[in-house]
């Protein structure tokens, strides 16, 4: 069983900065994906950052130059640091493990990121 505990919401005002923390643990082999997505209210989960093993990341368009997802893998921990942080970036924002041999995938419960105006 993988786990996926969260860390690093919370309330900022725009143009500020946020670290979201997503830590890793239980039995995991084989190649991966992690990565964030995100829910906003009566919105649909979108992508929002993925980091592969081999260090290749893709970005949604709407984060590029603002957003950085970056990963510790003896830590098996994935960040996404968060730049000039706008209101629509408010969301719960959620991280995804996926074993990529499988097609399995973990989620996280979910932490708050609310950007005021």
């Known amino acids: 069983q993988v786990q996926l505990v969260e860390s690093g919401g919370g309330l900022v005002q725009a143009g500020g900065s946020l670290r979201l923390s997503c830590a890793a643990s239980g039995i995991i082999f084989g190649p991966k994906a992690m990565g964030w997505y995100r829910q906003a209210p009566t919105k649909l989960r979108e992508l929002v950052a993925r980091?592969?093993?081999?260090?290749?990341?893709n970005y949604a368009d709407s984060v590029k130059g603002r957003l950085t997802i970056f990963r510790d893998n003896a830590k098996n921990t994935v960040y996404l640091q968060m730049n000039s942080l706008k209101p629509e970036d408010t969301a719960v924002y959620y991280c995804?493990?996926?074993?990529?041999?499988?097609?399995?995938?973990?989620w996280g419960q979910g932490t708050q990121v609310t950007v005021s105006s």
């Open positions: 995804n493990l996926v074993l990529l041999k499988s097609s399995r995938d973990y």
């Open positions: 980091i592969s093993d081999n260090g290749s990341t």
